[in-house]
């Protein structure tokens, strides 16, 4: 059983800091693109961040220079650096992983559950 669990979420005044963090574990053969989705009241999903099993990133206008992702293949974790928080970076954060479980012959993609985010004075 694959599961993917976040981390570092909470409440911070804006202009401040979080890192969020996401462990996959379980039965993993091989780990591909990893990344960071968020989902604010009322709208939807977006991709704030997402990172190659290479290292490569890509990144969402609103949030460049800003966040930075990253990733440790050796603990199967990938990161969210959040600076400078604005009020409506506040939402939900999942992180996801494109990942092969041992015995599949193709990968999947799995979410985590989700980690709330609040910008607030």
């Known amino acids: 059983q694959v599961q993917l669990v976040e981390s570092g979420g909470g409440l911070v005044q804006p202009g401040g800091s979080l890192r969020l963090s996401c462990a996959a574990s379980?039965?993993?053969?091989?780990?591909?693109?990893m990344g960071w989705s968020r989902r604010a009241p009322g709208k939807q999903r977006e991709l704030v961040a997402g990172?190659?099993?290479?290292?490569?990133?890509i990144y969402a206008d609103s949030v460049k220079g800003r966040f930075t992702i990253s990733r440790d293949n050796a603990k199967n974790t990938v990161y969210l650096q959040m600076n400078s928080l604005k009020p409506e970076d506040t939402a939900v954060y999942f992180c996801?992983?494109?990942?092969?479980?041992?015995?599949?012959?193709?990968?999947?993609?799995?979410w985590g559950r989700g980690t709330q985010v609040t910008v607030s004075s």
């Open positions: 990172i190659t099993s290479g290292g490569n990133t």
């Open positions: 996801n992983a494109d990942l092969t479980p041992t015995g599949s012959s193709r990968p999947i993609r799995y």
């Open positions: 379980g039965s993993i053969w091989r780990i591909y693109a």
